[in-house]
């Protein structure tokens, strides 16, 4: 049930939980169903408690009913489903279907006050980043496995706890130091695969459980606050807040926090009640959908285990305007993603400090701000040498994790984009991977225009590799940031291919595995 003061929203609930392991589609299925009569019965009965108007009082003072169309758990969604349709149908009211992701963001965005957030939502069978453009939210970045929350439930699994394994690891993460393990950043995708494999194998050979639950914390979450920064520097918001299940971990919510506090953003999780999932955060973005008018036909309310939140129609904020790009790199000291750039145009210098990340580790932040820089440098002379326009690299510092370069470019691409341009930065990826790299974060805040001319920076994130998997993320991080940046992006994302078949690379398999990965950004249940 809803009203505009969240204090008042009322939640019933009876949620299912399994003896051990995950959760079984159909177990869980069973027992909504055996739960929904009692639930919806005691929903209404508060509702017609609380109502202050002159209805009869055997009638419940219900506007709409909503239901979660997806993404979930088809056997749980077709449940409520078909709950939903009977309930609207006993009540003569009508039926708003509401994308579960969508509402872990709205709800956020509701509590906080935030005009235009980035949203960073972790779930158990997802993770991904969201912003609001052109009438849609936008997805910036997004898991290429597996959720987090489900990383997680398969390492306990592995150990032996019952599910959910998320509190039992932040309990005993309480008792443990830092180990190693893999951390996996491409541009704002992240996987989770890597560094699960690694945890069992370092559980198997008797490393201390309480040492690799503080350092899967440790990296996961690092991971999901990293490519938090990258998706507020690139779309210039200092707006953050967290939306899903696991978002209740104090750690995470301690990260996001110092991150935003140490670049001047602000950050907002809502009360643990709205992090995992619930109903509240489905009925407060009924209501706003309901008073927009987006409802649904029954024969229009069938669900969508897959749904995408870049799939919704954002007609609750149709009058709003888009979130607003942050300034360009023109002159002066910018706060990047990853590091303090010094910016002289008259002297046709740059330099740029990898500042200490206080959310992260220590002995990992220094891991990869000295890991990062080196490669920047060797990659970013190696691209000039492949053809591919670079700044010049004048002085570097791996053990300060500063580099000094020189400056090109009047503007970041994302502030002139044109499909030469695009085209140009499609050929410029193709040359690198002709050459055996990775950019690794190829976004139009990482590509400078001078005329007709882009140049690529920012290295920092690229390696070296014979794999055609990798060349494809390579384009699906700069198809993503186009999504992100651009109002028309489809017409972009074409260019990007035209300029990359340009050049010969056996692009057509990097091409094909292209399509393959945009179609794994999609909800991963078990």
Same mark, same amino acid.
């Given at each position: 049930?809803?009203?505009? !003061? ?11 939980? @399994? ?14 169903? =055996?739960? /929904? %009569? ?14 202050? !108007? ?56 509701? #509590? ?26 936008? /997805? ?23 599910? @959910?394994?998320? @509190?039992?690891?932040? &309990? ?25 494999? &690694? &945890? ?15 350092? +899967? ?17 690139? *779309?210039?918001? !200092? ?59 029954? $024969? =229009? ?7 995408? @939140?870049?799939?919704?129609? /954002? ?17 002066? *000291? ?12 008259? &002297? ?40 591919? %326009? #670079? ?32 085209? $140009? ?11 055996g790299f990775v950019h690794g974060d190829p976004t139009t805040r990482n590509v400078r225009v001078d005329g007709t001319r882009t140049h690529l920076i920012d290295f920092g994130l690229g390696y070296h590799t014979d794999h055609v998997e990798d060349y494809a993320m390579d384009l699906h991080v ?10 028309? %992006? ?13 050049? =010969? ?5 990097? +091409?094909?595995?292209?399509? =393959? ?10």
């Amino acid at each position: 049930m809803f009203d505009s !003061d969240t204090d008042d929203v009322f939640i019933e609930t009876d949620a299912y939980q @399994p003896e051990s392991g995950g959760i079984p589609p159909r177990e869980a299925a069973e027992h909504m169903h =055996d739960a /929904v %009569p009692t639930v919806v019965e005691r929903a209404l009965a508060h509702a017609r408690e609380t109502h202050d !108007d002159n209805a009869p009082s055997e009638e419940a003072p219900v506007d709409a009913v909503a239901f979660s169309q997806g993404p979930g758990l088809g056997p749980c969604l077709r449940t409520v489903g078909t709950a939903a349709r009977a309930l609207s149908q006993s009540l003569s009211v009508p039926l708003v279907g509401v994308n579960h992701m969508v509402a872990h963001l709205e709800i956020g965005r509701h #509590t906080s006050g935030f005009d235009s957030p980035v949203c960073l939502n972790a779930s158990g069978a997802n993770a991904h980043l969201l912003a609001y453009r052109n009438g849609r939210y936008r /997805v910036l970045g997004e898991t290429m496995d597996t959720g987090v929350g489900n990383a997680i439930d398969k390492f306990t699994r592995h150990v032996g706890w019952s599910h @959910p394994g998320g @509190p039992k690891v932040e &309990a005993a993460a309480k008792d443990g130091e830092y180990v190693d393990l893999p951390y996996v950043v491409k541009g704002m995708d992240f996987s989770f695969s890597g560094i699960m494999s &690694a &945890a069992k194998q370092r559980y198997d050979d008797g490393t201390p459980v309480e040492d690799i639950c503080y350092s +899967l914390q440790e990296n996961l979450f690092g991971m999901l606050t990293e490519v938090s920064e990258r998706a507020l520097s690139l *779309t210039g918001s !200092d707006e953050l807040v967290l939306g899903g299940g696991v978002g209740q971990n104090g750690r995470l919510r301690e990260m996001l926090a110092e991150m935003c506090d140490q670049r001047g953003a602000t950050f907002h999780a809502p009360e643990p009640r709205f992090l995992r999932d619930n109903a509240g955060m489905i009925a407060v973005l009924g209501a706003k959908m309901y008073e927009a008018g987006d409802t649904l036909a029954l $024969e =229009d309310s069938r669900v969508d285990p897959d749904f995408r @939140p870049d799939q919704v129609p /954002v007609t609750w904020r149709a009058d709003e305007p888009d979130l607003e790009l942050g300034r360009t790199a023109g002159e002066g *000291t910018v706060q990047g993603a990853e590091a303090t750039v010094d910016i002289e145009p008259d &002297a046709g210098r740059v330099t740029k400090r990898r500042e200490p990340k206080g959310y992260r580790h220590p002995k990992l932040d220094e891991r990869l701000r000295t890991e990062r820089t080196r490669l920047e440098a060797r990659l970013t002379n190696l691209a000039r040498r492949e053809g591919v %326009p #670079t700044p010049v690299l004048s002085d570097v510092d791996p053990h300060e994790a500063r580099l000094e370069l020189e400056y090109v470019g009047d503007s970041d691409l994302r502030e002139g984009l044109t499909s030469e341009r695009v085209r $140009e930065v499609g050929r410029h990826l193709a040359r690198l991977h002709e050459a055996g790299f990775v950019h690794g974060d190829p976004t139009t805040r990482n590509v400078r225009v001078d005329g007709t001319r882009t140049h690529l920076i920012d290295f920092g994130l690229g390696y070296h590799t014979d794999h055609v998997e990798d060349y494809a993320m390579d384009l699906h991080v700069f198809d993503q940031s186009l999504v992100g940046t651009a109002d028309e %992006p489809g017409p972009l994302r074409e260019a990007v291919r035209e300029g990359y078949r340009e050049v =010969d690379v056996g692009d057509e398999r990097v +091409l094909e595995r292209l399509r =393959d990965v945009e179609g794994r950004g999609r909800y991963v249940g078990e």
